[in-house]
């Protein structure tokens, strides 16, 4: 999917104004960019949502690889400063690739909520909830245990979660119900903390709150990214000095007016002109 040239041909005076590349499978991004926006509003954004090949949790794995690679040359050649991988899926199996091959620096989710569960839990029993692909791979357990290898973590694969969120039925007997078949394992494991490791899922957190108890800790791994985004722009000396509120420019691979109204709850607000790209990614 390539966006139009005009796009990043605008006077961009120094990398630092450059944009934040922010993709996903669709709409579920927005979760992790209203998280980057809100601790960063002088930031360009440019979301790129895969519409026409997602969701990606049920996709294999070599074809997830293949999406985020081709969404990263698109980026990257359209001079963003850095890539914020905003699905859990694919931060799960492609982190590492997209890593090596991109000429700029990529922030995953998995670390970022693996480090704020391990702080959150008292007890390091700690639950994850993610697609079916982010479950298989194992990524949120090995970065959990990687930051304390005491701690006992049970993943649960919640696929009807996606389509519920997207559908808007947040406050819905059918939504309960499939909560407590899901989230019912995670309670028999007395967790403390369930990291919420699927970008759909914050829509749904006041039934998965209800369903798993007001004595679990609730872990948003888009909140937690979007400080370790801030932290790397720091680092690398690479904040946008500007003062002025950023302009945040959204593609998509199909159907952009969807995208632009199921993304307006994911975002919280309206999305304004969401652009069909051209091309292959
Ligand atoms: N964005 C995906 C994730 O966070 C959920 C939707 C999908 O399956 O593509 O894993």
């Known amino acids: 999917m390539s966006a139009p040239s005009s796009v990043m041909t605008s006077s961009v005076a120094s990398v630092n104004d450059a944009?934040?590349?922010i993709f996903d499978s669709g709409v579920g991004g927005l979760t992790v960019a209203r998280a980057v926006i809100d601790q960063l509003p002088h930031e360009q954004i440019l979301y790129v949502g895969d519409t026409a090949r997602g969701p990606y949790g049920p996709r294999s794995l070599a074809e997830v690889r293949q999406f985020a690679l081709e969404i990263m040359?698109?980026?990257?050649?359209?001079?963003?400063?850095?890539?914020?991988?905003?699905?859990?899926?694919?931060?799960?199996?492609?982190?590492?690739?997209?890593?090596?091959?991109?000429?700029?620096?990529?922030?995953?989710?998995?670390?970022?909520?693996?480090?704020?569960?391990?702080?959150?839990?008292?007890?390091?029993?700690?639950?994850?909830?993610?697609?079916?692909?982010?479950?298989?791979?194992?990524?949120?357990?090995?970065?959990?245990?990687?930051?304390?290898p005491q701690a006992s973590v049970t993943g649960q694969a919640c696929p009807l979660f996606v389509p519920?969120?997207?559908?808007?039925?947040?406050?819905h007997a059918a939504t309960e119900?499939?909560?407590?078949?899901?989230?019912?394992?995670?309670?028999?494991?007395k967790i403390d903390t369930l990291v919420l490791g699927c970008t759909h899922y914050p829509i749904l957190r006041s039934v998965i709150q209800e369903v798993v108890g007001a004595g679990v800790t609730l872990v948003d791994s888009g909140e937690a990214?979007?400080?370790?985004?801030?932290?790397?722009?720091?680092?690398k000396g690479l904040r946008n000095m500007s003062s002025a509120r950023a302009n945040v420019q959204f593609f998509v691979s199909d159907i952009p007016?969807?995208?632009?109204?199921?993304?307006?709850?994911?975002?919280?607000?309206?999305?304004?002109?969401?652009?069909?790209?051209?091309?292959?990614?």
């Open 164 to 171: 519920l969120a997207e559908e808007g039925w947040t406050d």
């Open 177 to 189: 119900l499939i909560a407590k078949e899901y989230l019912f394992p995670l309670k028999l494991h």
């Open 257 to 281: 007016h969807k995208f632009a109204e199921v993304g307006e709850r994911f975002l919280g607000e309206r999305l304004g002109r969401v652009r069909r790209a051209e091309g292959a990614f």
């Open 73 to 148: 040359d698109g980026l990257v050649a359209r001079g963003v400063k850095m890539i914020v991988i905003a699905c859990n899926t694919v931060s799960a199996v492609a982190l590492e690739v997209v890593q090596k091959h991109a000429k700029v620096p990529v922030v995953g989710v998995i670390l970022p909520g693996a480090e704020a569960a391990v702080r959150a839990s008292k007890s390091k029993r700690i639950g994850v909830i993610g697609t079916v692909g982010t479950i298989a791979s194992n990524a949120y357990a090995n970065a959990i245990r990687l930051c304390d």
């Open 19 to 21: 944009p934040i590349g």
């Open 225 to 235: 990214t979007a400080q370790v985004v801030a932290d790397l722009l720091d680092e």
